[in-house]
């Protein structure tokens, strides 16, 4: 009788114990997936965040070229520009000084030309004037050389204006580009830093993960005993009915290993009892 009801007790004292481990097996397996979980969503953040980088990287190197490429046309064309000027400069300084227009020597040459025609003078101020004709011819060679020269001056300053003009749209363009790509350089170190943070959160996330599986499988070794100590335990208790036991035990297994199967079948989430009877149920199909 004292033994019966020692058996009980320790019974009792038994299936307490095996409760008590199950409840703190769901909880530190709650605590498992929760940073399972968490170490997984950060893995997938810092793939995009590493995919944005590689993005951010191509853009500034593609504008970062495109800057180098953007100097090389500048600087080339402020070279043409500073060899031109040096030549309009040498031009304006070897154009005739106070040449009057070929228009208006024209107009005067035609004017002692018609007098010289029309009215009578005298020989010796007919040669005067023929004289002076002579000389307005050559004065109006000189001013139309001097209209050539002054022609070409005024080509290549346009010309020189025009290579001003290209070289301050490549300034622009290029200040804009150079822009652009510093943003961009600025925003790859932000992202960078950013990554590195996150596997820093990724390496403490599995860890802890670690931790909480590794403490996990300790008590669920232990529960395990436990659950295998209580089964002795129940078989001293009731030898009589332990065969009747172990028949409604193994009914029972069945009927809760198919509803553990219809969950993992839909991706439910399983509990640790649901874990203990799909064990149980793979060591009774091994026994």
Do not use: C
Not at 23 to 49: H, P, Q, R
Not at 52 to 70: G, Y
Not at 236 to 253: C, D, G, N, R
Request: no cysteine.
């Amino acid at each position: 009788m004292t033994e019966n009801k020692d058996l009980r007790k320790n019974l009792k004292k038994v299936d307490e114990e095996v409760s008590a481990l199950k409840a703190k097996l769901d909880k530190l397996n709650e605590s498992k997936e929760a940073w399972f979980e968490k170490k997984t969503n950060i893995g997938k953040l810092i793939e995009e965040k590493i995919k944005e980088v590689k993005e951010l990287k191509s853009k500034r190197n593609e504008l970062t070229n495109n800057v180098r490429e953007l100097k090389k046309e500048r600087d080339s064309l402020n070279k043409k520009i500073s060899e031109k000027v040096k030549d309009i400069v040498k031009k304006k300084e070897d154009l005739p000084k106070d040449v009057e227009s070929p228009k208006k020597i024209q107009a005067k040459l035609s004017a002692l030309e018609f007098k010289l025609e029309t009215e009578p003078m005298s020989f010796d101020k007919e040669q005067k004037v023929m004289k002076t004709i002579k000389s307005m011819r050559n004065e109006l060679k000189k001013s139309l050389g001097s209209n050539e020269e002054q022609k070409e001056y005024q080509e290549k300053s346009k010309e020189a204006d025009n290579l001003k003009t290209k070289a301050n749209t490549i300034h622009k363009d290029l200040k804009e580009k150079a822009s652009t790509s510093q943003e961009l350089h600025e925003k790859f170190i932000s992202e960078s830093k950013e990554i590195d943070e996150l596997k820093k959160q990724e390496e403490e996330a599995y860890n802890k993960f670690f931790n909480f599986k590794k403490e996990f499988n300790e008590l669920n070794n232990l529960l395990k005993d436990k659950v295998k100590s209580l089964r002795e335990v129940r078989k001293q208790a009731s030898p009589k009915t332990s065969k009747i036991s172990k028949k409604k035990t193994e009914t029972l297994l069945k009927e809760k290993a198919k509803t553990v199967e219809e969950k993992v079948k839909n991706k439910e989430k399983l509990t640790t009892e649901d874990l203990l009877i799909l064990q149980r149920k793979s060591e009774k199909d091994l026994d």
